[in-house]
T-cell receptor, first 110, second 115 residues
Framework: DAKTTQPTSMDCAEGRAANLPCNHS???????VYWYRQIHSQGPQYIIH???NNETNEMASLIITEDRKSSTLILPHATLRDTAVYYC???????????FGGGTRLMVKP | SQTIHQWPATLVQPVGSPLSLECTVE??????LYWYRQAAGRGLQLLFY??????ISSEVPQNLSASRPQDRQFILSSKKLLLSDSGFYLC??????????????FGQGTRLTVV
């Protein structure tokens, strides 16, 4: 699975969009990009995933660059409850494992 | 619907004592199962994963072991706990291989303190 690189921490004002970047420059053509988040003392929660096209669901949007070397998770209107560690993961479509890196600690401030 | 149960929620054990953490999944069959550990202030470390009954893959050498006696049951064990075994232990499942475009579901975790 490709290695991913994320900033250690980010701040966002409540009500504003939170844009969390992820670099996955070694990603291969059949590796998906997944995003999870972990709120303090809870298990990680799935947010969204994509392969080539941009994706949107009720939680977030995922923008993947055309060369697939990076992506951005967008929380359109961040709330205080979105404060969490956000993990970006690249997974082979036949892989069995989920491996997490350090993630980005997002702090949403009032 | 599928659910994952993990217990106990918290555990305090003395050094050298045995450990058994249990995880069960309901509402699905032949899931991939995972055990993770998270030390205080650290990221998630994959310990074990299993793609079927009796099939265990270890990612990190340590004094922990895992077993899968039934399709939807995953057990994490230790014969003698070390102080360094303290942490937040998470069980997770995902649909059986291939995991193309599928998500993983996590339990609520067990906070283990070895004293």
């Amino acid at each position: 699975d490709a290695k991913t690189t994320q900033p250690t921490s980010m701040d966002c004002a409540e009500g504003r969009a939170a844009n969390l970047p992820c670099n996955h420059s070694t990603i291969s053509g059949n590796e998906y990009v997944y995003w999870y988040r972990q709120i303090h003392s809870q298990g990680p929660q799935y947010i969204i995933h994509g392969l080539k096209n941009n994706e949107t669901n009720e939680m977030a949007s995922l923008i993947i660059t055309e060369d697939r070397k990076s992506s951005t998770l967008i929380l359109p209107h961040a709330t205080l409850r979105d404060t969490a560690v956000y993990y970006c993961i690249a997974i082979h479509n036949a892989g069995n494992m989920l491996t997490f890196g350090g993630g980005t600690r997002l702090m949403v401030k009032p | 619907s599928q659910t994952i149960h993990q217990w106990p929620a918290t555990l305090v054990q003395p050094v050298g004592s045995p450990l058994s953490l249990e995880c069960t999944v309901e509402g699905t069959s032949n899931p991939n199962l995972y055990w993770y550990r998270q030390a205080a202030g650290r990221g998630l470390q994959l310990l074990f994963y299993s793609v079927g009954i009796g099939q265990i893959s270890s990612e990190v050498p340590q004094n922990l072991s895992a077993s899968r006696p039934q399709d939807r049951q995953f057990i994490l064990s230790s014969k003698k706990l070390l102080l360094s075994d303290s942490g937040f232990y998470l069980c997770a499942w995902s649909r059986g291989t291939p995991i193309r475009g599928t998500e993983a579901f996590f339990g609520q975790g067990t906070r283990l303190t070895v004293v």
